[in-house]
């Protein structure tokens, strides 16, 4: 099918879209290793990612941090990051070889994580998650633009689906395992060991995952990426999906980085305690969010409707609900409990988000759409929101009010519900926008 340039709707702006061999696309047990090697390094890139929100507590006493301290640890350090180097890369992965932008990605951030381990200062631990963002910053987009040219369309939905479920499985692996080896071994040890398991990953992706083929157009290849970016921030559909991914940022990122501290400090939980049920929840939700919302995305997208925002944004309204309730539940067990939903609703966003994008952005910019969808959900609030409650925390200390990381902690429902009102118009753009195609 021919493509309507993004922001467009003059027939006169169509162009056909690049178009990889049917030769080219991998089958059978080369299909399977493939979504296999792809899960696997979605996995310990969250793993990398959120080991210091388990190990926050450690890291704090024995460094002598703030909570301030510890949101701009967890939030700037990626959002800088995120912001410098997503498009780049992702320009490169779209143009390029995703294989080797996506190995060279996995090296770095594994190297710099077992650096981590090392530090005896916030600086230079900060200087480690600056690393470890320079990495995972291609991961995704470089991932997505992979399965692009090495996955027939008709199951891409399902690479797809896989690699998103990495997100739920290395939560899982990282709260229950991290915690745990953090209490016998120490916070050290579990960041020299995840990097080190890391390159290994990396020298069995650039195995598995064998030569790219190339886009046979050159138009949009040599297409500058930021005139690419700017063309889809023009669409209407794709601007709002922004906006909301923007909202989701600021929901996703403090939730985990202090849900577990609230969780320890409130109800006096140990770190193994909530590292095993709270990430085994964070786990199984992820899964059935990111393969059943990946499976529900398909049936829409089939259905011809173009409507394909709208049950993430219902259950992000409805997440908001159960959480505000969370922060303030008498017991422990009740407060984990009321985080499900927001659990589930994170992870069964990250189909429908990249999916939407994707057929926004259409054939040969995919990484550049999924990288535009990182940045907003990987910026502004990453950056500003595990700060902010930080703050609030602080400063509720300081004033000896009690509970101050649930007050902090509010912007969570607060932004849920912003995202959610934000995809319900961009679930009526994409519908217009699908049609008019």
């Known amino acids: 099918m021919a493509e309507?340039?993004?922001?467009?709707?003059?027939?006169?702006?169509?162009?056909?879209?690049?178009?990889v061999s049917s030769s080219e696309y991998v089958r059978n047990w080369r299909f399977v290793a493939i979504c296999a090697v792809l899960l696997l390094i979605n996995a310990f890139s969250q793993i990398d990612r959120i080991l210091p929100f388990i190990l926050a507590e450690k890291i704090k006493a024995d460094l002598s941090l703030s909570d301030t301290q510890m949101g701009l640890l967890t939030g700037l350090?990626?959002?800088?990051c995120y912001a410098l180097l997503s498009l780049p890369?992702?320009?490169?992965?779209?143009?390029?070889?995703?294989?080797?932008?996506?190995?060279?990605?996995?090296?770095?951030?594994?190297?710099?994580?077992?650096?981590?381990?090392?530090?005896?200062?916030?600086?230079?631990?900060?200087?480690?998650?600056?690393?470890?963002?320079?990495?995972?910053?291609?991961?995704?987009?470089?991932?997505?633009?992979?399965?692009?040219?090495?996955?027939?369309?008709?199951?891409?939905?399902?690479?797809i689906g896989l690699?998103?479920?990495?997100?739920?499985?290395?939560?899982?692996?990282?709260?229950?395992?991290?915690?745990?080896?953090?209490?016998?071994?120490?916070?050290?040890?579990?960041?020299?060991?995840?990097?080190?398991?890391?390159?290994?990953?990396?020298?069995?992706?650039?195995?598995?995952?064998?030569p790219t083929p190339r886009l046979q157009i050159a138009a949009t290849r040599n297409e500058p990426f930021l005139k690419t970016s700017l063309n889809l921030l023009s669409s209407p559909a794709f601007r709002w999906l922004f906006i909301g991914t923007i909202f989701l940022g600021f929901a996703g990122a403090p939730f985990y980085a202090f849900s577990v501290p609230f969780l320890i400090r409130t109800y006096d939980f140990t770190a193994t305690e909530v590292g095993v049920f709270f990430g085994l929840l964070q786990g199984l939700m992820g899964i059935v969010g990111t393969l059943g919302g990946g499976r529900w995305f398909d049936h829409t997208v089939h259905s011809g409707s173009g409507r394909v925002l709208g049950p993430p944004a219902i259950l992000l309204l409805m997440a908001s609900i159960t959480t505000t309730a969370a922060l303030f539940a008498p017991v422990g067990w009740m407060s984990i409990?009321?985080?499900?939903?927001?659990?589930?609703?994170f992870s069964f966003m990250l189909p429908w988000g990249f999916g939407a994008a994707h057929l926004v952005a259409g054939p040969g910019r995919q990484a550049q759409a999924?990288?535009?969808?990182?940045?907003?959900?990987g910026l502004v609030g990453p950056a500003l929101g595990p700060l902010f409650v930080g703050m609030v925390s602080d400063a509720?200390?300081?004033?000896?009010?009690?509970?101050?990381?649930?007050?902090?902690?509010?912007?969570?429902?607060?932004?849920?519900?912003?995202?959610?009102?934000?995809?319900?118009?961009?679930?009526?753009?994409?519908?217009?926008?699908?049609?008019l195609r």
Do not use: Q, Y
């Open 337 to 345: 409990a009321l985080f499900v939903p927001s659990m589930l609703s």
């Open 396 to 435: 509720a200390s300081t004033a000896d009010i009690p509970n101050g990381l649930a007050l902090g902690l509010l912007i969570v429902p607060l932004a849920s519900v912003l995202s959610g009102i934000a995809l319900l118009v961009a679930n009526h753009r994409v519908g217009a926008f699908l049609r």
């Open 163 to 210: 690699f998103a479920m990495g997100i739920p499985l290395g939560t899982m692996a990282g709260f229950a395992a991290g915690g745990a080896i953090a209490d016998i071994l120490g916070w050290r040890v579990v960041l020299m060991g995840a990097g080190a398991i890391g390159i290994l990953i990396g020298l069995l992706t650039l195995l598995v995952a064998g």
């Open 4 to 19: 309507i340039v993004a922001g467009s709707s003059d027939p006169s702006k169509v162009r056909p879209p690049p178009v």
């Open 77 to 80: 350090a990626f959002a800088v």
């Open 89 to 159: 890369l992702a320009r490169a992965a779209d143009r390029g070889s995703p294989r080797l932008v996506l190995v060279s990605c996995i090296l770095i951030w594994s190297v710099m994580t077992a650096l981590g381990g090392v530090a005896a200062s916030f600086m230079f631990l900060a200087l480690t998650r600056f690393g470890v963002a320079f990495g995972e910053a291609g991961a995704v987009p470089a991932g997505h633009a992979l399965i692009a040219r090495k996955i027939e369309p008709e199951r891409r939905g399902l690479a």
């Open 370 to 377: 999924s990288s535009l969808v990182m940045i907003g959900s």
